[in-house]
């Protein structure tokens, strides 16, 4: 029911939301949306300094042909940090907070180390890159250098939505997707697959980010409560036991 303090209006909820993303977050999303909207794949990244005043932003451009002065583009290393980072200027002060819609991969994070970044903030989670981000076993020295302070992914909708639409457009060879599911990802690959089956995703081609993320919220909070279950599951052996079949012979 709109308003009721239990079942709060999805769109209320999605628009009260997204108004508490700060400007880089908000950002970032635009950039991920422009990647996805122009045949991308929908990661979008801004660096700010310690005010919060946006420097620099940026998004995936694998599959353009052409790009501002600067940035990477029709490439496989074309990503959004990666576009970022290279047009922060040389031996600037190390203060730059990174702000990406996607976890960074194993070359954003290797880029994040060369770069002037005091903190990386990532919404969504991506399961492909988990663990490859501190590179300290590889050398006394990498180990003994100053790091970046990764935080993420978000725990909320908005990190749901981050990783979601990282999966349109371009979608996801078979192997990857294979692999996401194994790593524990295929509701999210589920959601995705039913959306664009539905015609949903060409036709959140149309709007802004913010009113696809409102669009997307009631998913996203399925979602999220689907995941929260399973943890719940995995945190307490008594209730996978429950839900066993009585004839199973375990
Ligand atoms: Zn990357």
């Known amino acids: 029911m709109p308003g009721d303090a ?16 700060d400007e880089a977050w908000q950002e970032a ?4 949306w422009e990647a996805f909207r122009s045949g991308n794949i929908a990661v979008g990244a ?17 599959a353009d042909r ?5 940035e990477i583009f029709g490439s496989a290393l074309a990503h959004a940090e990666m576009n970022v980072l290279a047009r922060l200027p040389y031996r600037a002060a190390r203060e730059f907070v990174l702000t990406t819609t996607l976890e960074p991969c194993i070359q954003c994070s290797a880029a994040i180390r060369l770069g002037p970044v ?16 501190d590179f ?5 020295r990498e180990a003994a250098r100053n790091k970046a302070v990764l935080s993420g992914p978000r ?4 990190g749901l939505f981050g990783t979601l639409i990282s999966r349109f457009g371009p979608g996801l060879n078979q192997r990857t997707d294979s692999q996401l599911r194994a790593l524990g990802d295929g509701d999210s690959l589920d959601l995705v697959a039913r959306l664009e089956s539905a015609g949903e995703v060409r036709a ?20 999220r409560e689907q995941q929260s279950r399973q943890l719940d599951s995995a945190a307490d052996p008594g209730a996978l036991n429950d839900r066993a079949p009585a004839d199973d012979p375990v």
């Open 6 to 21: 239990f079942f709060p209006d999805p769109a209320a909820t999605a628009e009260q939301l997204w108004a508490s993303l």
């Open 29 to 32: 999303f635009r950039q991920a």
């Open 46 to 62: 801004c660096a700010a300094l310690p005010d919060g005043s946006i420097v620099r932003a940026a998004r995936n451009r694998v």
């Open 66 to 70: 052409s790009a501002p002065a600067g």
């Open 118 to 133: 005091a903190a990386v903030r990532f919404a969504g989670a991506d399961p492909l890159w988990a663990g490859c981000h």
């Open 136 to 140: 300290s076993p590889l050398s006394r």
């Open 155 to 158: 725990s909320d909708e908005v």
């Open 204 to 223: 959140l081609m149309a709007v802004t980010v913010q009113d696809a993320f409102g669009r997307l919220y009631p998913h996203l909070a399925a979602l």
